[in-house]
């Protein structure tokens, strides 16, 4: 079974400023997708940025940016001139894929709750 | 497209009660999941369908819940003789659009949040 560690349960950052959420994963696979989704309060999670596992590129999207290491199994999220925003949950997500019924559902770590602060 | 919808959003009832929740996922979408989320921590796996079929259920999915995807459309997830521990937000979440390449990518709803007295 796979497993989503986010060892920080909450951070808070100035506006305009840099910020990196960590997250670990443990797994055997190595066809796999990693994902940030944002969970606003009181509204729905929506996907942030995905990575592939086979790509040694790190993904980007406009302001967010991950740092994928695949041996050490670590996947960080980094948020560049935070917005207010972003003030939100943070879910760092597992998911393998192939074929099979077990796959491409999402594992969950617990969590980081990210306040931007004006 | 309207995106993923939940009904109803909040239910509170007495524990013993049966609760049904709905989801009604985008409709180019052939997989549909449930997932549960208690208070501070991450959605938790329930189920997941792929079309009509049922292909996995979590441990959690104790006798007490089901869940339907009769036409491979609409879902529902019926909790019977509920217990003040089932208290969370039950979310829905669909993917894999047809005859389109699949990014892994799970769209949410808005959850329906339960509380049992």
């Known amino acids: 079974a796979q497993t989503v560690t986010q060892s920080q349960p909450e951070m808070s950052v100035q506006e305009a400023e840099t910020v990196t959420l960590s997250c670990t994963y443990d797994?055997?696979?190595?066809?796999?997708?990693l994902f940030w989704y944002k969970q606003p309060p009181s509204r729905q999670m929506i996907l942030v940025i995905r990575q592939e596992a086979y790509k040694q590129q790190n993904a980007t999207e406009n302001r967010f940016s991950v740092n994928f290491q695949k041996a050490a199994k670590s996947f960080s999220l980094k948020i560049s001139d935070s917005q207010l925003g972003d003030t939100a949950m943070y879910f760092c997500?597992?998911?393998?894929?192939?074929?099979?019924?077990?796959?491409?559902?999402?594992?969950f770590g617990k969590g980081t709750l990210l306040t931007v602060n004006p | 497209d309207t995106g993923v919808s939940q009904d109803p959003r909040h239910k509170i009832t007495k524990r013993g009660q049966n609760v049904t929740f709905r989801c009604d996922p985008i409709?180019?979408?052939?997989?549909l999941y449930w997932y549960r989320q208690t208070l501070g921590q991450g959605p938790e796996f329930l189920t997941y369908f792929q079309n009509e079929a049922q292909l996995e259920k979590s441990r959690l999915l104790s006798d007490r819940f089901s869940a339907e995807r009769p036409k491979g459309s609409f879902s529902t997830l019926e909790i019977q003789r509920t217990e003040q521990g089932d208290s969370a937000m039950y979310l829905c979440?669909?993917?894999?659009?047809?005859?389109?390449?699949?990014?892994?990518?799970?769209?949410f709803g808005e959850g329906s949040r339960l509380t049992v007295l």
């Open positions: 979440a669909s993917s894999f659009p047809y005859g389109r390449t699949d990014t892994g990518e799970l769209f």
């Open positions: 997500a597992f998911m393998k894929h192939g074929s099979g019924g077990s796959n491409y559902k999402l594992t």
């Open positions: 409709s180019e979408h052939n997989r």
């Open positions: 797994t055997s696979e190595n066809n796999y997708y």
